[in-house]
């Protein structure tokens, strides 16, 4: 006689509601001693707030390749990257999380054409807290506040 044996198998999955980071570039660019930022539109997350402007690094595409596309896709201008200036973290919500990877840049050429943002200003470094930052941005903001002559001593 053959007996039934049931055996009752379990998958466990864990579920988190934290999403992957986002990598984020975005270009400290600096002409006159002053430096760009960015009024985001109002068809844009985060309506009118100011930003350095950059965008999301794409799959295989590198940190570098992207600040280039993007800066050529918002504003039409090409830049030459001098370097890398570190990366700063902001947590958005538990779904949404950026690595905001800024890089150091000069302009090279063509003429600023807004693709994007509502405007442009170049601000000095007297003025980097008078405008409304995107809450990622901040940080960014504080460090060039901090480093603001040794930025200018690299692009000089």
């Not at 707030?49 to 690094?57: D, H, Q, R, S, T």
């Amino acid at each position: 006689m053959l007996k039934e044996r049931r055996t009752l198998s379990f998958v466990v999955m864990t579920f988190s509601s934290k999403k992957a980071q986002i990598p984020v570039t975005c270009i400290l660019l600096f002409h006159q001693g002053k430096i760009l930022a960015a009024q985001r539109s109002s068809h844009m997350d985060l309506p009118l707030l100011w930003e350095f402007p950059g965008g999301k690094v794409e799959k295989g595409e590198s940190e570098k390749a992207c600040i280039l596309r993007e800066i050529k896709e918002e504003l039409g201008i090409e830049i030459e990257v001098l370097e890398r200036v570190g990366e700063f973290d902001y947590v958005y919500s538990e779904e949404k999380s950026i690595r905001l990877i800024p890089f150091l840049a000069v302009w090279k050429s063509k003429e600023i054409i807004l693709l994007e943002h509502l405007q442009i200003s170049w601000i000095g470094k007297s003025d980097l807290n008078t405008l409304d930052w995107a809450p990622a941005d901040l940080p960014i903001v504080e460090y060039l506040e901090r480093n603001w002559e040794e930025f200018q001593k690299k692009i000089a």
